[in-house]
């Protein structure tokens, strides 16, 4: 039975309802119970720390009191921290205190990653900073340059605060308690508006779809300043009353195999990733290294936050099923910030996929190949049982049927209340109404289907390429390229189009290894036989480029916008490069 309370009996507790709220009463109740654990060091026994819920609410107390003595209430903090127990207790201090948590990633070295932050301040209009000691000069140094308003404190300085001379605010279900940022993927990020009210009803909503309970212990190396990571992964678990247990992204990066070791040894079973992690296990991890692995405790393996490729979901499930796993624990699921974040999912079933006819696809129409032809394969992402879903022609407005790929939109009590200082973007993303005058309704920007009551998803509006009047998903044709192409395996590529006069189409990807011109002529020439034999266009320039060179968000999501951008201005350094004359001529004039 699942101890966690839902929405309708939150609403009966004394005051009102948060979640605030809601880790109090679990501090009350179950104060020796572990809540977060952070894996410091894989390869050491003793190599984690953990926080129970009393010892969380202590420091959520101590962080808020001292939060209470220089903040108004609703004023924005933002929390830059490396991976660890510290943001853990500055997000809860914030939310003790009733000031707003601005999630952020640390500045990092590279200028637009600096320069994004920078963004999120102004926007914010946040005047503190929260860190850890190990941060503290580094995010001191970027304010001096970038956000010089803003004063950075290390929270775990031991003189920061007294849990005893906390005050609890009036928290309510419509105080505001995040500006979750939005990845910037197409466009400058956004500040999303999350409410207590949107926090519970999301994280109950995630409970009731998917079968979760007070027992289902969360984990994994998502980090928190992104939704994914923080709603789907941590505040899950703590308004539950059950676990986390976190460990640092670049650990998972660089060993792979230390994710579904941390799964093992924990006894996790919930753990979420994008697409390409599960790639990155399936290519990278030696069979020498899961002999003794068990992931039969598995039984949720989310699977979000970019184009779910069914050919990677399988690939895993059978290079696992010796260790336990289970393809029926896969939940390939669909969420957004502005919807706080979770949307819609399923799991305990096997892989549902639709196989869709290209050309059909191409006009916005979802129906089975004739046999014997080429199919796409697009994954279900389940059902969308706690929001009101229309599939809508994104410049009419009108509600399309099933089967048909218009704009996904949403309305229901999970979707947030807008965006930070965004008058204008807020209306048009948040009070949208068909063309019968129903709404509002939440524009999400994604381009889906329902078939049979499920969603799938098939790419977004704004990344859509239109070539000589047909449609193509620029996702598709990356990871065909690197199905087909050893050398571009689990690494990065952005397609997009050039008028040169026509729309062409450009592809950049990034590459390992070194090699001789020829062998990379070579590679180019088999990247372009793949694009015409499996989509039937031409690929009218391809660069190859260094790991780490295609823009990606905080999150990983593709930046093709500005790797467009780029391309425009000449700021690539390709190791290698081929374009047809057109393309050539346009990108050589734009840059005269």
Known sequence: MSSFTPVTEIANLPRRPSALHVLRQHAAERPGREAVTFIRDHD?????DTLTYSQLDSEARRVGSWLQDRCQPGDR??????PGLGFVTAFSGCMYAGVVAVPAPVPGRYKHHQRRLSGMVTDAGARIALTDTSQLAEVRRWSAGYAPELAAFATDDPNLGDPSAWREPPAAARSLVLLQYTSGSTGDPKGVMVHHGNLLHNADSFRRTLGLDGQTRFGGWIPLYHDMGLLTQLMPALLFGSACVLMSPEAFLKRPHV??????????????????????CVRKIDES???????????????GSEPIQAS????????????GFRAEA??????MAEATVYVSGSTGR???????????????????PEPGDSAREIVSCGFTTEFDLRIVDQDTGRVLPDGVTGEIWLRGASVAVGYWGRDDATEKTFQARTADGDGPYLRSGDLGAVIRGELYVTGRIKDLLIVHGRNLYPHDIEHELRLAHPELATLAGAVVSVAAPDEQVVVMHEIRGRHSDE?????????????????????????LLRPGAVRRTTSGKIQRAEMRNLLLRGDLTPVYQEFEPEPRAVLDGGRA
């Open 259 to 280: 994710w579904l070791s941390a799964i093992d040894q924990h006894g996790l079973n919930f753990s979420a990733a994008p697409n390409f992690a599960y790639e990155l």
């Open 289 to 303: 290294l899961t002999a003794d692995l068990d992931l039969s405790r598995w039984r949720f393996a989310l699977n």
């Open 44 to 48: 050491n026994p003793d190599g984690s």
């Open 312 to 323: 990677t979901l399988r690939d895993f499930a059978e290079r696992f099923a010796a260790n």
């Open 77 to 82: 903090v933002l929390l830059v921290y490396p």
């Open 519 to 543: 062998r990379l002529r070579e590679i180019i020439g088999g990247m372009r036989a793949t694009v015409s034999r499996e989509f039937g266009v031409r690929a009218a320039g391809v660069l």
């Open 350 to 368: 096997p892989l549902v996929v639709e196989q869709a006819d290209p050309q059909a696809l191409e006009k916005n129409d979802i129906r089975p």
């Open 330 to 335: 896969f939940a390939p699921s669909y969420g």
